[in-house]
Structure formats: structure tokens, C-alpha cells
């Protein structure tokens, strides 16, 4: 039993203390326990980590397990274990699972399973509708009961107003927030790309920037006449950055995310009709993603999220048409946050650690996303200067789905740590408990 794990001399990095600094760090029974110069102790693991990051536990607060119900694309088992390889000592997961998450049942059952076979903290997400329907309000007392940690219809916008501004109303009560997934279905219709220069050139039905746009201004709207904490997912353009920044400036109870792949990726990457570049919301324009960043740079953007999206194969398939939307994003976030925000000196370190640590936590109320002494020790070890090339093939996840396969990253994590056990050693998933790894 590893009671003791030694961290000599890495860049401690905790955002919610405002720390950056060569330190020691010391776990003991699945704690923190001293970080300080130069400790001096016997123990069980001893990691130099001279040239290394020490952060927090990375926390994603919007993610798709597909348990129930779709464990051909991932599982609670799987999905874990690639958070793990990815950094993440926490996630929330998204309800639109067959059945969706909508009961206290539900969420328990999301509990049960994740206390047997997750590898990192689970926390569920449970519906805004019953059965996702966008007609009846979902039990948000019992859901949050259960352990829900936030309500959403993800995969879907409500797109009764009605409702939506009820949603936000009640959630009040449980201090939820509401994460909304902002698509107008009448504008994007079928649309497989982003609506643009690149759609036209292929021939591809596009989707507008105006069908996320229009949804965003709408629920800013509810939140300011209702007071109730709404969180945008997945923020994609130019357009709606423009408008949360307006509503922050108001003082409207608004937070957002954005996802690796809007501000590192554009639409030119549907070139050659490639569907793993197929994603919703789509990839948008070069202009889009520059607003992303200066949004990041400014903090209109609050959080940065992976959007998980994982798909087997034959949903993926050739045929863009019929391709299911989704990036397959735990392996990937760290490294291309590094090599598009932090080596590229948009983001300091701190701040884009903060992004997808304490940040996330604190909108969720959960326990996490910080180094301190006492807390249970959810701890990141990466090698921020190491390159590599992506290859899906060697994903822990299920998902192959990727349009960073091939691409050329910097930031490799090493060791995750959850309550003081290995998850990931020396960039291995642990074995068993995470005791006999070392
Ligand atoms: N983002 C995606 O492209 N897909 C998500 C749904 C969603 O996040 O809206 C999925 O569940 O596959
Ligand atoms: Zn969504
Ligand atoms: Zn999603």
C-alpha cells in the first residue's frame, strides 16, 4: 500500500492559491500533506519532478461517458481511464445517455457504477427535461439529491422559451446552474460544417454562426429576467463571445466554456470531407477562433472544457452526411491548451491552469481543482515541454475520433493522482487500485 508519495522539486502550479513555484509536494494516506522546500522524509514514491508541472487535478465539467446505453462508443470504465491518461481527476458527465439521466434513479445508478469502475471523481449531470424532451421540467430537487451537479438537455437547446426560463427559475432554488447547449434546430438544419467560405467550396450544408448566436442572446435574456445561474457550453463564435462578454459587463449571472478544438482548429479542417472534424457546435471560421482566444485572453471565457464526445467507428464512417458530431477531446486538452495558448504566450501558465481546474469546480460546487494542505490530493504531473505526435490508435478511449491524429503537440502528463493513488503512471494507466504502480 503506497501511504507516502514524494514530489521533489516541480513547478507547483495552483491557481486558487495564486501559487507558482519549485516546491515539494507530500501525499500521505490519499492527502496533502506538506507542500514546502526541500522536505526531507521517507516514502513510499518519490517523483523527481525537476522541469515538471505540479497542478491540480484537471476538472471537466462537460464530458460523455455514454453509459447507459451506448458503451460500444465508451464506459464509465473507459472513459475514466482516458480522463486519467488526459489529466482529469474529476468530470461531469453529460446526461444524454439511453435512458437519460432525468430520475434520482438515474444519477445513483451513474454514482454506483462510477464507485466501482471509474478510475477519476464522477459527477453527474442530470436533464433539464424528462426524457430530454424539452416539455416537462425534470425533478431538480431529487436530482440533486442523488448527486447531480448541474442540469443540462446537452446534445440538444430547450427550445421552448417557456421552459427554459422555468428551468432557470427553479434551478434557483437548488443553486444549480443551468449549462446550455445553444442550437437553434430550425437554423442549423442539416448543416454538417460551419456555414462559410469552406461549405461553399465543398458543396456542404452549413450551419450558422446565427443558430448558436440566436439561442445564447435568448437564454441571456431569461437569466437577466430571472436571475438564474446560466453556464453556455461549448461557445464556438465570434458573435456569442461579443454578447457574454456584454452580459458579464451587466452584472447578468452568466458563465461560459469553450473547447480545445474552437480555439486551436478552424472550418479548413473539413478539407477532404473529414469527419472527424465533424463536431457540434462546428468548427468556425479563422475569425471565430481568433475571437475565442482574445474571449480566453479576457476572461469573458471561464472555463475551458473537452466537450468528451467519443464514437465507435461505423458512426463515424465515410460519409459526412451521416457522421455522427462529436471530438473525441480527454487525451488531447491539456497538450493542445499548451501548444496553442500557453506556448504561444496568450495564457500564462496560472490562468490556463485555472481554466480547467478551480474555475470549473467552482461553478459546479464541487471539492476540487486545488492544491491544498488537507485536501484530498486530486493532484497532474506533465512535462510541459514534451512533444510528441497524436495517434488516436494509442487512445485509452474508445473514441478515435480525432482531428488532431497525426498533429504535432507539446505537454505530456505523466502521473495523475486521485486521493493519493497512481490513476496514471510514467504516462501508464495504473493497474488494479493504483497501489502497485510505482
Ligand atoms: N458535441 C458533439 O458534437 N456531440 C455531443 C453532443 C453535444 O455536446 O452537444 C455528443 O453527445 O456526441
Ligand atoms: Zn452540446
Ligand atoms: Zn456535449
Known sequence: MILRILVKGGRIIDPSSHTDRVSDLLIEEGFIKVIDDNIECDADSVIDAGGLWIVPGLVDMHC????????????????????????????????????????????????????????????????????????ELAPFGMLKEAGAVALSDDGDSVANSRIMRLALQYALSFDMPIIAHCEDKGLAADGVINDGAV???????????????????????LAASTGGRLHIAHVSTAGSVEMIRQA?????NVTCETCPHYFSLSDE?????????KVNPPLRSPSDVEAIISGLKDGTIDVIATDHAPHDLSSKGDDIYNAAFGISGFETALSVGITYLVDTDILEPMQFIAKMTHVPADILGINAGQLSIGLPADVAIVDPYAEYTVDTGKFISNGKNSPYDGMRLKGRVLYTIVNGRYALYGGQIAKGDGNDNR
Open 64 to 135: 460523455h461517458l455514454r453509459e447507459p446505453g451506448y458503451e460500444s462508443k465508451e464506459t464509465i470504465y473507459t472513459g475514466t481511464r482516458s480522463a486519467a491518461a488526459g489529466g482529469f481527476t474529476s468530470v461531469a458527465c453529460m446526461p444524454n445517455t439511453q435512458p437519460p439521466i432525468d430520475s434520482k434513479l438515474m444519477v445513483e445508478y451513474i454514482r454506483l457504477k462510477a464507485e466501482k469502475e471509474a478510475a477519476v471523481k464522477v459527477y453527474p449531470i442530470g436533464c433539464i427535461t424528462k426524457g430530454r424532451e424539452g416539455k
Open 248 to 252: 458579464k459587463r451587466l452584472g447578468i
Open 269 to 277: 479542417m473539413a478539407e477532404g470531407y473529414n469527419t472527424a472534424a
Open 199 to 221: 461549405a461553399t467550396r465543398l458543396g456542404l450544408k452549413g450551419i450558422p454562426a446565427a443558430a448558436e448566436e440566436v439561442i445564447v442572446a435568448r437564454d441571456i435574456v
